[in-house]
C-alpha cells in the first residue's frame, strides 16, 4: 500500500518545462509607448519637422513644441487624426493626432475636436512626430493622446482605449 502511493506521487511531481514570454518592448528598459519632447518650432510644419532628425533640437522660443510619439511595442498601435495628412518624405513621419489639454485638477479642454475622425497606425519600433501649440504645454498642463492596438481596434472604438501623455515638465527647464 505505501509503495502505490509513492509511485502516484512521483508522478504528479514530475518538472515542468516553464516557457518564459518574450518582453513586449523592443527597446528594453524604456517604456511602451511614449512621448519624448523633439525641439520647439516657429512653423509647426511638416517641412521643419523633417529637419528634427538631421539638426540639434533648436531651444530658440518658438510657436510650437515638436513632440515625438514612440511605440516600442511589437505591436501596431491605431492613433486618433485629426485628418489623413501624413508626411514620409525626408527622416521624419509626420501626423496630427487627435489630443487633450488637460490641467493639474483634471480638468480638460478638448483642442482639435472634428467631425470625421480618421486614423493612424504606427508600426511596431517606429516613432511620429507632430507639433503642438507652445501655450498646450505651459504652467503645469499635460497633452494627451488616446490610442488603441490594432487588434483591440473598431472604428465604433468599443475596444478597450489606451492613452499616453506629456507633461509641461518633460520640457527643457528653461523654457516651461
Not at 518624405?89 to 482639435?112: C, I, K, L, S
Not at 504606427?122 to 490610442?147: D, T
Request: charged share 25%; glycine share 8%.
Amino acid at each position: 500500500m505505501v509503495v502505490c502511493n509513492l509511485v502516484a506521487v512521483g508522478a504528479a511531481q514530475r518538472k515542468r518545462t516553464h516557457r518564459v514570454e518574450p518582453d513586449v518592448r523592443v527597446r528594453k528598459g524604456l517604456p511602451t509607448v511614449y512621448i519624448t519632447f523633439a525641439a520647439f518650432g516657429k512653423s509647426g510644419s511638416s517641412s521643419e519637422a523633417n529637419t528634427l532628425k538631421t539638426k540639434l533640437p533648436s531651444l530658440e522660443q518658438g510657436q510650437y513644441i515638436w513632440l515625438q510619439l514612440h511605440n516600442n511595442t511589437r505591436w501596431e498601435i491605431v492613433i486618433p487624426t485629426i485628418d489623413l495628412f501624413f508626411t514620409f518624405g525626408g527622416r521624419a513621419t509626420v501626423f496630427h493626432p487627435r489630443y487633450q489639454v488637460e490641467e493639474e485638477d483634471g480638468t480638460r479642454a478638448p483642442v482639435n475636436e472634428v467631425d470625421r475622425q480618421e486614423f493612424y497606425v504606427l508600426k511596431p519600433g517606429r516613432s511620429a512626430f507632430f507639433s503642438v501649440s507652445r501655450e498646450h504645454l505651459s504652467n503645469g498642463l499635460r497633452i494627451y493622446i488616446q490610442f488603441s492596438f490594432k487588434w483591440d481596434f473598431s472604428a465604433s472604438m468599443g475596444g478597450p482605449i489606451h492613452r499616453v501623455e506629456f507633461r509641461s515638465e518633460g520640457l527643457p527647464k528653461d523654457d516651461r
